[in-house]
């Protein structure tokens, strides 16, 4: 760190410490009713001799490390997540996890804090996650200056790959399963004046909804062994917002030594695309 950084600044090798983890029943029940989630699936045992939370509950994990984020909040999005499943998270365990900022990058007129999250029970490591958050450090008020998605050479480009095609899962995300998702705290993700706070002119669907409705979509084809050693990659390359019906979508490419390599990618009814990715889980 050099002396011009704050303290509570993030910087690359920063150690964020370590924090408790509680799966709380109130987590999976906001998750169930924020994205229109059967809760039945989530009540009774299944693989294991307990109910386990839903896989993508990680999206709770990776928050509540002081030092991670700038000060100047203005404009930030989420770019990219990688989770590496190992273990289930089983509600009302009590768990540890550790984090760091791994690295910050410049990318296009962003700057990236890429932070590792783990968590832990005992020893044992049951998710590991690397979060990549893009802030736009150079400005702090007005607009936030946002790319024609028709024109982004990358979504253009995006190709239908060939394959087993995965089951689909669709939602049309309204303002009031944002409140509900995010545990009616206000934010850009839920409150039209905060998200204008921030610079833009409508609230902004969390990422961390439609990460979870891929993860739903992979855990509904391959359960357990998407818990137990499934992984999961997106890049998040535009903005849904409140009222938007999005589908994720998934093809199996290729299988690998009892492994299912998947292609999966998310688009709105109009063909705009809003996160691609790749997954893995043992079939």
């Known amino acids: 760190m050099n002396k011009t950084q704050a303290k509570d600044e993030p910087y690359a090798g920063k150690d ?12 999976v029940e906001h998750y169930c009713d924020g994205l229109a989630v059967d809760h039945s699936r989530y009540r009774s045992p299944s693989y294991w001799k307990e109910a386990a939370a839903p896989a993508m509950i990680v999206g709770e994990v990776d928050g509540g490390f002081d030092g991670a984020r700038f000060d100047n909040a203005f404009g930030n999005l989420w770019m990219r997540q990688e989770w590496a499943f190992h273990q289930p998270i089983f509600p009302d365990r009590v768990y540890r996890r550790t984090s760091a ?11 990236v804090v890429k932070q590792e999250v783990n968590l832990y029970e005992g020893e044992a490591l049951i998710v590991r996650g690397i979060h990549h958050q ?4 150079g400005q ?3 607009k936030v200056a946002l790319r024609d998605p028709k024109k982004k050479e990358g979504v253009r480009k995006f190709e239908v790959p060939q394959g087993e095609a995965i089951a689909s899962v669709s939602r049309s995300i309204d303002l009031e399963m ?22 833009f002119e409508e609230v902004v669907v969390g990422g961390k909804m439609t990460m979870s409705l891929i993860g739903e979509m992979i855990e509904q084809r391959f359960g357990r ?19 938007d019906r999005v589908t994720a979508k998934g093809v ?8 299912a390599i998947i292609t999966v990618w998310m688009e709105k009814d109009d063909g705009t695309v809003v996160i691609v990715g790749s997954a893995s889980a043992t079939s």
């Open 140 to 142: 702090n008020s007005g």
């Open 178 to 199: 944002c409140g509900v998702f995010f545990h009616g705290n206000r934010s850009y993700h839920t409150d039209k004046a905060a998200s204008e706070e921030l610079g």
């Open 225 to 243: 062994g998407y818990y137990e050693g499934g992984t999961l990659d997106v890049k998040f390359t535009n903005i849904v917002w409140p009222d």
């Open 252 to 259: 199996i490419t290729d299988k690998q030594a009892g492994r």
């Open 101 to 111: 900022v791994v690295d910050i990058y410049e990318w296009r007129d962003r700057s």
């Open 134 to 137: 893009s802030y736009l450090l």
């Open 16 to 27: 964020l410490g370590e924090i408790p983890f509680i799966c709380t029943p109130t987590m």
